[in-house]
């Protein structure tokens, strides 16, 4: 089955410093990688995703990039903000399956300081 | 719409004893999933519904079990509750035209 790591496990970067994190993935066949944000007490939320078709996406403040050769995407965030502290997920599925079952990665706790 | 929404928001149950975590959609969505989150561990997948009468195991299935009679409802039962499934657990659901999943807010559960 896939198999999703996430770097770094947690991050503290100055606001309106820019915040990298990386997910490897290592199914070949997953076509689709969306990330979330979690905060504290709740539910996570899809915040960007990335089709295999694509090697970046940008909305705003927050981009994607994907690089299928490596098996590798990662979260960019510029201009950080208080409101963007967080955990965030990685997530890989393979689109088409009956089920789109995602994996995820173990979530990175960012830390935006004032 | 409410979106998603779960019941209890947390629960104390001791060793050996049953309950039952409810999750509602208000939204049509076919599919809906059931994860557990443990510190540091992401969310890991338990049982996954992709329409009303249709259910399959996930990653985690063991001690749990699903049923889907509708299309707004996919309750957990947790039978002989153990230590190992303390835990956040959350309902998600997602419609046919799209991958985006909607998560309801968790139910926190400590088994001891």
């Known amino acids: 089955g896939e198999n999703v790591e996430q770097h770094p496990s947690t991050l503290s970067v100055q606001e309106g410093d820019s915040a990298v994190i990386k997910c490897t993935y290592s199914d070949s066949a997953s076509n689709y990688f969306p990330w979330y944000k979690q905060e504290l007490g709740k539910g996570p939320q899809l915040i960007i995703d990335i089709r295999s078709n694509v090697g970046e996406k940008k909305d705003q403040r927050i981009a994607v990039t994907l690089n299928k050769t490596a098996k590798h995407f990662s979260l960019h965030i510029t201009e950080t903000q208080p409101e963007d502290s967080a955990v965030y997920f990685c997530?890989?599925?393979?689109?088409?399956?009956?089920?789109?079952?995602?994996?995820f990665g173990s979530g990175t706790q960012l830390t935006v300081l004032p | 719409n409410a979106g998603v929404t779960q019941t209890p928001k947390f629960r104390i149950l001791k060793i050996g004893q049953s309950m039952t975590l409810q999750c509602t959609q208000d939204?049509?969505?076919?599919?809906m999933y059931w994860y557990r989150q443990d510190p540091g561990m992401g969310l890991k997948l338990i049982y996954y519904s992709v329409g009303a009468g249709i259910t399959d195991k996930g990653e985690v299935p063991n001690g749990y079990n699903v049923s889907r009679s509708t299309t707004e409802d996919f309750p957990l039962r947790l039978e002989l509750a153990a230590p190992s499934q303390t835990s956040v657990y959350f309902c998600?659901?997602?419609?046919?035209?799209?991958?985006?999943?909607?998560f309801g807010p968790g139910t926190r559960l400590t088994v001891t």
């Open positions: 939204m049509n969505h076919n599919y």
């Open positions: 997530a890989a599925s393979a689109i088409g399956g009956s089920a789109r079952q995602l994996t």
């Open positions: 998600a659901s997602s419609p046919p035209t799209d991958y985006e999943q909607y």
